[in-house]
């Protein structure tokens, strides 16, 4: 039984898989599924922040709460990890 956070993940590797002509077809019969070790692979390596991940979400968990902040703070701490660029 999968989350839904792990399905979503599961669910954008499948995708990304399947999108590249590139490479071998992903089980198409199991689906989503297929890929539902990897996406907790992946979470599970995004457990412990980097520094810019932290610096990020310290940026933003200075700011008044609104009952969306926590949510604020995962997004930014999320989008510094996909950030090509290491902390200036």
Do not use: C
Not at 53 to 72: C, T
Request: hydrophobic share 40%; charged share 30%.
């Amino acid at each position: 039984m999968s989350n839904e956070m792990v399905k979503r993940v599961a669910m954008a590797i499948y995708d990304a898989e399947s999108g590249d002509p590139t490479r071998p077809k992903p089980d198409y019969v199991r689906g989503w599924k297929a890929f539902e070790a990897h996406a907790r692979a992946a979470i599970e390596a995004m457990r412990q922040p980097n520094e810019e991940m932290i610096f990020r979400g310290g940026l933003v968990k200075d700011q008044p709460w609104d009952g969306k902040k926590s949510g604020r703070v995962f997004t930014a701490m999320i989008d510094a990890a996909l950030q090509n660029s290491d902390m200036p």
